[in-house]
């Protein structure tokens, strides 16, 4: 009989490696239902914290940030798309996409747990930021993804609007560093394990069948 298995995602929807971690880790667990019977919650991350709601040009914060030329981010975006393509998900970056400050994000998806629809909301997301490149620090795009996702778009408007969940979404991000977290996606399984970074499915797949035998 599968096993309860709760899994802890850390991450932020900024990170495409977290999406491509999602995607496969997805696709892992869908192989490996005869072992386990997962409940993902997601935990906030910002890998941004001081971002300007503004925003900034991804290229620009990338060769502030890590150093990176023109050409090795060229050759990482291409990576990028390219494993992201092969889980499904479609990434339509370039040198002129924007990065976001995600707080109000982190906020909604605070509130999708208690609604029963993070994940779905996870999902919009993502699918809005990488897929169809539109503006996270508008409220209406976060409303719209929201709406996409099942939830009531005037109660998102509410959450976005009154400022509800910071001290949640300060406390789990404070929870999650202190617990060594610095970078995303990590995955926590049953509270005892790490996976870190975006994983293959085959390697996913292969730690969640190995933990759920020690169980």
Not at 46 to 68: D, S, T, W
Not at 174 to 198: C, F, M, N
Request: glycine share 8%.
């Amino acid at each position: 009989m599968p096993k309860p298995m709760r899994i802890d995602f850390v991450s932020d929807v900024v990170c495409p490696w977290c999406v491509i971690g999602l995607k496969a880790l997805e696709q892992a667990l869908a192989n490996a239902n005869d072992v386990v019977t997962p409940e993902i919650h997601f935990q906030p991350f910002e890998l941004n914290p001081e971002m300007p709601r503004a925003g900034q040009n991804v290229a620009e914060h990338i060769a502030q940030k890590y150093g990176a030329d023109p050409e090795r981010s060229r050759g990482t975006r291409d990576l990028i798309r390219s494993t992201a393509e092969n889980l499904g998900f479609a990434m339509n970056t370039g040198p002129d996409s924007r990065i976001w400050n995600t707080f109000d994000c982190h906020r909604l998806l605070h509130w999708a747990g208690e609604e029963g629809h993070q994940a779905e909301l996870k999902m919009a997301l993502f699918t809005i930021h990488f897929s169809e490149g539109r503006d996270l620090s508008d409220p209406q795009v976060l409303v719209d993804a929201a709406q996409a996702a099942g939830l009531d778009p005037e109660t998102a408007r509410e959450v976005l609007e009154t400022g509800r969940y910071i001290d949640d979404v300060r406390r789990d991000e404070r929870h999650w560093r202190e617990q060594g977290i610095t970078a995303v996606p990590a995955i926590i399984i049953d509270g005892k394990y790490l996976i870190s970074g975006g994983q293959p499915v085959a390697a996913f797949e292969k730690a969640i069948r190995s933990i759920a035998a020690e169980g």
